[in-house]
């Protein structure tokens, strides 16, 4: 019997049960965003924006809502975080920070800078405890609780820049897992420092066989590239052969969704798949019930949250967002809308655009789902194509075909001074790869879901290109432009200079 097990699974029961009682999120909201302005009053930003007045207003929300502007990265940067880069103190956030968060994010190869503060790595510590204590919702046995799990992100051997370490936000959170835990984690300290992707999961598969993995964790597009690594290295023919105790997979950087087919093909058995929501900015979100694929908010610890129509009226060309877009609180959003999320957080990022799209599944539990990123819209054409649109299209033509197409990326293009939209997917299925039948049900699909791709269609958007390319050429082009095993966002829309280069790229994978 998993005598040490069973009580684990009790404390996290108890937990569970505890930390699932009815929670009042408005209110839990309006105290994180007192908080937050309380202890930033005295910084360069809460005196810029008198954070004192704000706090002493009849409405903290709406009076905080109209003083303090949106900001995006490059504007946070330049205005605010860039003094803390040259070495100040106390400018969105008391003090400094010890580490920074590196995310090149969906455009360019400059890495953007994120502070990662002391009260961060808590409030991410915070958020994981409360995500093991909803493991009681899955009904996992006992025998669970006494394997070890493999987390699978960028390396911990963060690199020293004047004093800070910086590296992708897992390998910092990876550094700073709590002592107690360091037994059940793989692939340990000295594997997890290797900074060579290839070369740490070339480690990994050598000693698979001598971890009881029960769990894994990370980016479906690496991990499965991992498994495959694993399963290859010992000849078997599924990853339970290896890790037979496997019974649970926490996924997170992307939707799983696109990878599930792909993901399943390299099971023996069906296991429990946890979405998570982990970006540089902090930790979002996390499933905490079986019977759904949304996540929930993290409403009491550390991020005070806005959201703002997902409109084309409201968004720059370059993803940010127009000063005049209304926004909303927690308690005034609606179901199955799309939502720019907005974030005020304990590293001092206020009012920040973190770039992707959310909707509300369930207002009353506060459950969401990434649906997809303010770049990532295509509308040149009046189009009007969300990610979570396109994410659909492709898993009807997993369906019709009976394949895996975890990858793809799509732009408009020019032929002959008419408008297309090129598509590149990604498969290593075999199958017959007719890329002018698939386009036309890619187009037809597409159709049938969005009514502005309809009417685009029929005027400024003459047609659609497939392309079919292998896996490998999705994982080289993000492995060139940001690191393996990161918090790594394919671009699922590129914008046509961007495309080209792509085209360029994958030429010798056709």
Not at 421 to 432: A, K, L, P, R
């Amino acid at each position: 019997m998993a005598i040490i097990g069973s009580i684990i699974k009790k404390v996290i029961d108890v937990t569970g049960s505890i930390s699932n009682d009815d929670a009042n999120v408005q209110e839990d909201q309006l105290n994180v965003l007192k908080e937050l302005l309380e202890k930033a009053k005295e910084t360069s930003f809460g005196k810029f924006y008198n954070f004192s007045s704000i706090l002493e207003s009849e409405d903290v929300i709406k009076t905080f809502q109209k003083k303090v502007p949106y900001f995006d990265y490059h504007q946070l940067n330049e205005r605010w975080w860039q003094q803390l880069h040259e070495g100040s103190e106390d400018i969105t956030w008391p003090g400094s920070s010890d580490y920074y968060a590196l995310s090149s994010g969906t455009t360019g190869k400059t890495s953007k800078r994120i502070p990662v503060t002391e009260d961060m790595i808590d409030a991410i510590r915070q958020a994981g405890i409360k995500q093991v204590a909803a493991l009681s919702n899955f009904d996992l046995p006992s025998d669970f609780f006494e394997t070890e799990i493999m987390m699978l992100g960028s390396s911990t051997n963060l690199q020293e820049r004047k004093g800070k370490l910086e590296g992708e936000i897992s390998g910092i959170s990876a550094s700073n897992i709590p002592f107690w835990f360091k037994g059940y984690y793989k692939p340990g300290e000295d594997i997890a420092k290797i900074d060579d992707w290839d070369e740490r999961v070339e480690h990994i598969a050598k000693n698979a066989k001598t971890w009881d993995i029960g769990a894994l964790s990370g980016i479906p597009s690496w991990m499965e590239l991992m498994l495959k690594k694993v399963i290859e290295h010992h000849q078997v023919k599924n990853i339970h052969e290896v890790w037979p105790n496997l019974q649970v997979y926490t996924s997170g950087g992307v939707a799983f969704q696109p990878y599930e087919k792909s993901f399943n093909a390299l099971l023996g058995k069906p296991i429990t798949v946890i979405d998570t929501y982990l970006a540089s900015e902090g930790f979002i979100a996390f499933q905490n019930r079986p019977d759904t694929e949304s996540m929930k908010l993290i409403t009491d610890n550390g991020i005070f949250f806005e959201f703002v129509p997902f409109q084309p009226d409201y968004i720059n060309e370059d993803g940010s967002l127009k000063q005049e877009a209304p926004v909303m609180s927690i308690e005034d959003v609606e179901e199955d809308v799309d939502y720019v999320l907005l974030m005020s957080t304990v590293s001092g990022a206020w009012r920040y655009i973190i770039g992707d799209t959310i909707a509300f599944t369930d207002k009353e539990k506060s459950e969401i789902k990434i649906t997809g990123r303010t770049k990532f819209f295509l509308n040149v054409v009046g189009s009007q194509l969300s990610v979570n649109k396109m994410n659909d299209a492709i898993k009807e033509l997993e369906e019709i075909y009976d394949v895996q197409l975890p990858e793809f990326t799509v732009g408009a293009i020019k032929i002959d001074n008419e408008f297309y939209h090129q598509w590149y997917i990604g498969s290593d299925s075999d199958f017959d790869m007719n890329e002018e039948e698939i386009a036309k049900k890619l187009d037809e699909s597409l159709k049938d879901a969005n009514k502005n791709y309809k009417v685009a269609r029929g005027k400024a958007l003459k047609g659609v290109k497939v392309s079919i390319l292998p896996l490998k050429a999705f994982y080289e082009w993000s492995g060139a432009n940001k690191k393996k095993g990161g918090q790594v966002k394919m671009e699922k829309v590129m914008k046509e200079e961007k495309l080209k280069e792509f085209q360029e790229f994958v030429k010798d994978f056709k």
